[in-house]
């Protein structure tokens, strides 16, 4: 059925475009993996630009980090050659110190887990008589730190006096030998934004992710840059070590400016391939255009009446032969013309291909649906032999076109007065069939005239 619906619409210029379809489909596979080659070498190029990019980014936070931890121990050494260090030491020494680093926030002292000296002391005053113990948040990270009796390096996390920090902490043990007794901790906060900053990571262009919270890289929390970047198969990725920690970078390669040579093959072979292709459907268009102009209506894409008269002389002969027959229903719109009054003709081309549609969607495949002219239709219906079935299915395309057409927010509505005529039952040839179709169809119209006016004459008289 298919097939033979093809040929019917199509006829002699099916195999050309076959033909046609064979070229677009062999040129686009050629053109794609040419382009697909070209791709890949400029995806791999992105890669590795992205690495080279992300290693110098590991090696820099490893190299400011590592500074800052290198200065904390110089920090716990001066308190363990100088345990009891009054204040007005501490005033001296821990400047220098914080000068060390563009990143460190301040230095805080915390004998016996209690901080009792914060350097510098403008801006950080909540900090002091913190008592780690008492804090569970950090107290589980202190305590692993002494009990390694090394440094160990938390966060980032939320800093009591404000903004977000990583903190480095190193437990201090005096009196060495046997002696030895633990003395408490020094603490250097790194400001996590100047890092990032320093970074140049603050609008994070590339989309930088950081993972790794407390020092456990993959294993720990993403503290910095946008979800699910480690969660991407394409992600690249890559740890920073600092101490006995480590994060991981990681970032997704940006492949939207990947293509360009996949693109100047695309422009290069498809150009090609359409100027080919251009040359053929030409011809093709040509005569397919002509034999539309002849047979088709241009506005609803219908058959016209020359190819309802070829195929209703067909629907004669096959029924003469086979002793069956057929119904010929004329279709003619009611209350059209007020429509292109009222909204325009752009509105009644809409009705009337809506209409169209509706014929075809209510219909079989085997139906012929033409259109005649104006707001006119035909139909060809095979196989339907009697009355009864005429009005069945009249009766569902009225009811199809008596549901209302939207256009613009308005409802547009119209009906249709149809008139019908059975072959070989009420005539015997064309001419009486599509006479006698058209006369019943004339006789309902005007019955839908005649009561429209007597509505009218009826609300005037109230």
């Known amino acids: 059925m298919f097939i033979r619906t093809l040929r019917q619409a199509y006829g002699g210029l099916l195999l050309p475009y076959f033909g046609v379809l064979l070229v677009l489909v062999s040129g686009i596979l050629g053109t794609e993996y040419v382009a697909e080659q070209a791709g890949e070498r400029d995806r791999e190029s992105v890669q590795l630009e992205t690495q080279v990019k992300l290693s110098g980014l590991r ?30 030491e501490l005033a001296v020494v821990a400047p220098y110190i914080v000068r060390g680093s563009d990143h460190i926030r301040n230095i805080g002292l915390a004998p016996g887990n209690i901080i009792r000296y914060v350097y510098p002391l403008a801006g950080n005053e909540a900090a002091l008589g913190l008592d780690y113990t008492q804090d569970p948040v950090q107290w589980s990270n202190i305590r692993r730190a002494i ?10 996390l939320k800093l009591v006096q404000g ?20 003395w408490g901790l020094v603490s250097t906060v790194i400001d996590m934004d100047s890092l990032l900053a320093a970074a140049g990571l603050n609008d994070n262009p590339s989309g930088i992710a950081l993972r790794g919270t407390d020092g456990l890289g993959p294993r720990g929390g993403q503290f910095f840059g946008p979800a699910g970047v480690f969660q991407n198969p394409d992600a690249l990725k890559q740890p920073v070590t600092f ?11 940006d492949y ?33 255009h002509a034999r539309q102009q002849a047979t088709i209506d241009a506005l609803t894409g219908l058959p016209n009446r020359r190819i309802l008269l070829e195929r209703a002389n067909q629907l004669i002969a096959q029924s ?21 009054d009222r909204y325009g003709h752009h509105a009644g081309d809409l009705v009337l291909q809506e209409v169209a549609a509706r014929l075809r969607r209510v219909l079989r495949v085997v139906d012929t649906v033409a259109r005649t002219g104006g707001d006119e239709f035909v139909l060809l219906l095979p196989g339907i032999e009697s009355a009864d079935s005429v009005d069945a299915v009249l009766q569902k395309l009225s009811a199809a076109l008596r549901v209302p057409v939207r256009y613009k927010g308005q409802n547009i509505v119209v009906g249709a007065s149809m008139g019908w005529a059975l072959f070989a039952r009420d005539a015997d040839n064309l001419d009486a069939l599509m006479a006698l179709a058209d006369s019943r169809m004339y006789e309902m119209k005007e019955n839908f005239r005649a009561i429209a006016r007597s509505a009218q004459v009826g609300t005037t008289v109230q």
Not at 68 to 87: E, F, K, Q
Not at 163 to 182: C, H, M, N, Q, T
Not at 243 to 253: A, D, F, K, L, N
Request: glycine residues 10%.
């Open 147 to 156: 009990e390694h009796g090394d440094m160990v390096v938390s966060g980032p």
């Open 256 to 288: 939207s400016t990947v293509g360009q040579s996949s693109m100047r093959a695309r422009g290069l072979l498809y150009g090609l391939l359409l100027a080919i292709l251009a040359l053929l459907l030409q011809l093709i268009r040509v005569f397919h």
């Open 59 to 88: 090696a820099w936070l490893e190299s400011e980090i590592n500074s800052v931890l290198y200065l904390t121990r110089g920090m716990s050494a001066y308190i363990v050659a100088r345990p009891n260090a009054t204040p007005a």
């Open 243 to 253: 101490r006995h920690s480590q994060w991981e970078i990681g970032v997704v390669p």
């Open 320 to 340: 003469k032969r086979a002793k069956t027959g057929f119904a010929l229903c004329y279709v003619d719109l009611n209350g059209f013309k007020p429509v292109n």
């Open 163 to 182: 903004g977000s920090g990583l903190i480095a902490r190193s437990p201090i043990f005096v009196d060495e030998g046997k002696g030895s007794r633990y």
